[in-house]
């Protein structure tokens, strides 16, 4: 069973960076697509970015793209989403989600929420101007 626990999250001024970490638990952090979600109040929950653990980082959402950068360290069960440049809009809940399979493959199609069937508790993030 897949256990995450994210953190890093806080306010920041726009034009700020923060650094998000997501912990996987022990001994499960191996055959997963793994994405960062963020959610605004009354909004729906947007992919921010997505990875096949052990390979890059697959996907980007278009208005994160050339500001978050998401890695992973392995030896760490941990994987990243830094953050630079934020914007208010940025501002939201976010949250690491993960889908164990065999088929990296089928981590590089597009993905939604459902996709995935665990979650971590998600971490506020908050950008004033």
């Known amino acids: 069973q897949v256990h995450m626990v994210e953190s890093g999250g806080g306010s920041a001024q726009a034009g700020g960076s923060l650094k998000l970490s997501c912990v996987v638990s022990e001994g499960t952090y191996v055959r997963l697509c793994m994405a960062w979600f963020r959610q605004a109040p009354g909004s729906d929950r947007e992919g921010v970015g997505r990875i096949y653990i052990g390979h890059s980082p697959i996907h980007y959402a278009d208005s994160v793209k050339g500001r978050f950068t998401i890695s992973q360290d392995n030896a760490k069960n941990t994987l990243y989403l830094q953050m630079d440049n934020l914007k208010p809009e940025d501002s939201g809940m976010y949250y690491c989600?993960?889908?164990?399979?065999?088929?990296?493959?089928?981590?590089?199609?597009?993905?939604?929420?459902?996709?995935?069937?665990?979650w971590g508790q998600g971490t506020q993030v908050t950008v004033s101007s």
């Open positions: 989600a993960a889908k164990r399979t065999w088929k990296s493959e089928w981590c590089y199609e597009d993905k939604t929420p459902r996709d995935f069937d665990t």
